[in-house]
């Protein structure tokens, strides 16, 4: 059987069947193509235990794949070939045998509570060239870094979706397909009612919580590419939307938020995620080491 057309049945019952969302399809097409590219693979029956050992062989020699690539490439496959198997298209998985490097434990990189306030006060005096642009920028970043939000989550947020009145944010399918509500801010509130005064005053209709600029529909993930390598010029700050998520997680941590109540802002589906973050807050530790018993002598 052709790769092509078993991995476009493959895509379409994960996207309609299994409910996966489109960035793991997407996830999964780069990989089949990368796979079907480097070794030349056209047909099902061309991918063996050989050919695969190939791919990965090169990856990490080659293209200096780190170990969270190799598990991601190694996953995708997995799940590909399950599923071939279970469609009676090939007899034995290909994959079975191949070793997985470990991975790696880092601490999630953050920005520090200096940063991340000072990002928010560039955002702010930024030279833009309407008030629109101003006040929608303020408030997208400040719900990554008040509330933790993914990129997507932040792209498909609606306009009811934010209900200021009762302080909370509803998050409609985040990452796994869960339904989550995340509390406001009262700092988090400022940054959004001003947003919401342009958007009623420029017209923005759009059901998308945060419009273009320039037409009447949802903010898109070029923009905020764009967006981002703009802020990191002028803030001389490195860092990436993911961070964001990571810097809010730790500074609700140093702030004393339970880990509990936070890995359910996160939309983590189990709290052993969350618990990373417990290393990476320094603040926190420190906070507990002067529980031992023994400090009072």
Sequence with gaps: MQLQNAAQSFYEHSLHIRGFSP???????????????????????????????????????????????????????????????????????PLSGIEKPSIEKKLPPKLTRQDASRLLEIIDNYPYDNKFLRYRNHAMFSLFIFAGLRLNELLKLRYTDVDIANLVLFIRQGKGNKDRIIPISHALVSSLEKYLAERNRVG????????????NIGFTSSGMKLLVLKLRQASGI?????????????????GGCDIYSLSKMMGHSDIKTTTIYLAASAEHLRSQIIKHPLNTI
């Excluded at 923005?204 to 037409?215: D, I, L, P, V």
């Excluded at 490195?238 to 961070?243: E, L, M, S």
């Design 238 to 254: 490195k860092f990436t939307v993911h961070k964001l998520r990571h810097t809010f997680a730790t500074l609700m941590l140093e």
């Design 204 to 215: 923005k209709t759009c059901t998308n919580f945060f419009a273009s600029s320039t037409r």
């Design 23 to 93: 960035t793991t399809i997407k996830r999964y097409k780069y990989v089949l193509s990368s796979f079907a590219r480097y070794c030349d693979i056209t047909t099902l029956d061309q991918i063996t235990n050989d050919s695969i050992r190939k791919l990965f062989f090169y990856g990490r020699t080659e293209r200096n794949w780190s170990t969270n690539t190799y598990h991601v490439f190694y996953k995708s496959l997995s799940v590909f070939l399950q599923w071939c198997q279970k469609q009676n298209y090939i007899e034995l998985n």
